[in-house]
């Protein structure tokens, strides 16, 4: 089955509403519920599913979104020479994408931020 765009947030909506409530309520909540609403929610956010990704790369390798250029906050902290709980605050300002539970950032985008605030 393929859905369109706007049934993909239908069930999206539907499958977190479900969560949110047996979560509440202490309910057990089946394995392939959490299956079903990640797959939604990575179609929603348009974005690749969490883990060890790899990317082809111009000279037939591959290579890790680490060295890619997509960092995450424990190393845009050390960039930024701030708390990591403070990286997690400005995530919108350092387009940050929240990816499974975790911020996601590019390199290149931090450092733009960090040399602007003349960190």
Not at 2 to 11: F, G, K, N, P, S
Not at 28 to 35: C, E, K, N
Not at 56 to 72: K, L, M, Y
Request: aromatic share 6%.
């Amino acid at each position: 089955m393929i859905l369109d765009d706007e049934q993909v947030r239908a069930c999206y909506y539907v499958a977190a509403e479900v969560l949110r409530t047996r979560r509440r309520i202490g309910a057990p909540i089946p394995a392939g519920l959490h299956r079903h609403y990640n797959q939604l929610d990575t179609a929603f956010r348009g974005i690749a599913p969490r883990g060890p990704s790899v990317v082809d790369n111009a000279h037939g390798g591959t290579q890790s979104q680490h060295e890619h250029g997509v960092i995450g906050t424990v190393e845009v902290a050390a960039m930024m020479g701030i708390p990591p709980r403070q990286v997690r605050r400005r995530a919108d300002k350092l387009g940050g994408t929240l990816v499974a539970g975790r911020w996601l950032f590019s390199r290149e985008t931090v450092a733009e931020y960090a040399a602007r605030e003349g960190r």
